[in-house]
């Protein structure tokens, strides 16, 4: 009797690996976060998870944020990912951070995922307590010595990029752009301030927490993701 059905099998498998993959389809990534043993998290935590380039001066490719209720760890999340924001020169990693009453409790590593893959699994991203004196130790005087960095806050629902050296800083909201002035000391311990020439634009960093101000207004209160 011929047995038909295994070679059909192996026949699917090979047109499958034979089948080029879509570049333009939507992506999503899946992940699980967890601290390493189960937790229940306080109501409204927010979750972040964000899918970004490894390399220091890469783009983020996409993020996703939500609220959470009744949630516990370990705890499963996606992400859609839009082929159009990913570029062929970047590897590309996933970072996700928990938010607790305006606070970063919790941050990840950047863990490397494939994503040239219809279904990105992420596995288990593992994260740990935030330390926030971290970010602490700033010098005091007017002036302060910058390493050069790209900082990521989230302000409200939107996240927001401020690339800075020693000389000078670029603010990212949305699409458009700021050019400010270098970091200078501000009037409380650990803040630093950039600002634009004019003074219309202004952004305002204690480390875990920012704000920013356009023409006197103040936008959503900023904590930072990395």
Not at 155 to 175: N, S
């Given at each position: 009797?011929?047995?038909?059905?295994?070679?059909?099998?192996?026949?699917?498998?090979?047109?499958?690996?034979?089948?080029?993959?879509?570049?333009?389809?939507?992506?999503?990534?899946?992940a699980t976060l967890s601290v390493g043993e189960p937790v229940s998290l306080p109501d409204d935590t927010l979750a972040v998870?964000?899918?970004?380039?490894?390399?220091?001066?890469?783009?983020?490719?996409?993020?996703?944020?939500?609220?959470?209720?009744?949630?516990?760890?370990?705890?499963?999340?996606?992400?859609?990912?839009?082929?159009?924001?990913?570029?062929?020169?970047?590897?590309?990693?996933?970072?996700?951070?928990?938010?607790?009453?305006?606070?970063?409790?919790?941050?990840?590593?950047?863990?490397?995922?494939?994503?040239?893959?219809?279904?990105?699994?992420?596995?288990?991203?593992?994260?740990?307590?935030?330390?926030?004196?971290?970010?602490?130790?700033?010098?005091?005087?007017?002036?302060?010595?910058?390493?050069?960095?790209?900082?990521?806050?989230?302000?409200?629902?939107?996240?927001?990029?401020?690339?800075?050296?020693?000389?000078?800083?670029?603010?990212?909201?949305?699409?458009?752009?700021?050019?400010?002035?270098?970091?200078?000391?501000?009037?409380?311990?650990?803040?630093?301030?950039?600002?634009?020439?004019?003074?219309?634009?202004?952004?305002?960093?204690?480390?875990?927490?920012?704000r920013y101000l356009m023409d006197g207004e103040a936008g959503p209160d900023c904590v930072r993701l990395m």
């Amino acid at each position: 009797m011929l047995r038909t059905a295994p070679v059909l099998a192996l026949f699917a498998l090979l047109l499958a690996a034979c089948t080029p993959f879509d570049e333009t389809a939507e992506r999503t990534l899946t992940a699980t976060l967890s601290v390493g043993e189960p937790v229940s998290l306080p109501d409204d935590t927010l979750a972040v998870v964000e899918l970004r380039a490894l390399s220091e001066d890469g783009p983020v490719a996409a993020e996703a944020s939500v609220a959470l209720e009744d949630a516990s760890l370990p705890l499963e999340v996606s992400l859609n990912v839009d082929p159009a924001e990913l570029d062929t020169q970047y590897r590309y990693g996933v970072r996700a951070a928990l938010i607790i009453e305006g606070e970063l409790r919790w941050l990840s590593d950047l863990q490397p995922v494939n994503v040239r893959r219809a279904r990105i699994e992420a596995g288990e991203i593992r994260l740990e307590p935030f330390d926030p004196a971290l970010l602490e130790g700033l010098a005091e005087d007017a002036g302060v010595q910058m390493e050069a960095e790209e900082a990521f806050f989230l302000c409200g629902d939107g996240l927001i990029i401020v690339e800075r050296d020693a000389e000078g800083a670029v603010l990212h909201i949305e699409e458009s752009e700021y050019a400010l002035s270098p970091a200078q000391a501000g009037g409380e311990p650990g803040l630093i301030i950039h600002e634009s020439e004019d003074g219309n634009v202004r952004f305002e960093d204690a480390g875990a927490t920012a704000r920013y101000l356009m023409d006197g207004e103040a936008g959503p209160d900023c904590v930072r993701l990395m």
